[in-house]
Nanobody, 125 residues
Framework: QVQLVESGGGPVQAGGDLRLSCAHS????????MGWFRQAPGKEREGIAA????????YYDDSVKGRFTISLDNAENTVYLQMNSLKPEDTAMYYC??????????????????WGQGTQVTVSS
């Protein structure tokens, strides 16, 4: 059974930093994508960062490029999202997700099969 558990969210002032973690278990394929998504109230869930389990290529939405960094620690089965220079518009519920295999469009929600419960990030001005 695949499980994804996010942590690290919370309140932060604009300009501050947070690091989100996603501990996963049960993923057995050698290659899969791990993504970070977010959903603000009244908005659709959007993909903001993704990385393959093999490391290497990373993908970012333009809204976070240069501020957020996705990384993984395969020894710890954990994916991280380092978020710097946070803005009020970054306020959302943040989710991690895992694909079953190679994802052609790694920032698209429909590429992912497994989802965590989310962690709230609130950025105040």
């Amino acid at each position: 059974q695949v499980q994804l558990v996010e942590s690290g969210g919370g309140p932060v002032q604009a300009g501050g930093d947070l690091r989100l973690s996603c501990a996963h278990s049960g993923l057995t394929r050698l290659t899969y994508a791990m993504g970070w998504f977010r959903q603000a109230p009244g908005k659709e869930r959007e993909g903001i960062a993704a990385i393959y389990s093999t490391g290497g290529s990373t993908y970012y939405d333009d809204s976070v490029k240069g501020r957020f960094t996705i990384s993984l620690d395969n020894a710890e089965n954990t994916v991280y999202l380092q978020m710097n220079s946070l803005k009020p518009e970054d306020t959302a519920m943040y989710y991690c997700a895992a694909s079953l295999g190679y994802a052609l469009s790694p920032l698209q929600t429909d590429e992912y099969t497994y989802w965590g419960q989310g962690t709230q990030v609130t950025v105040s001005s």
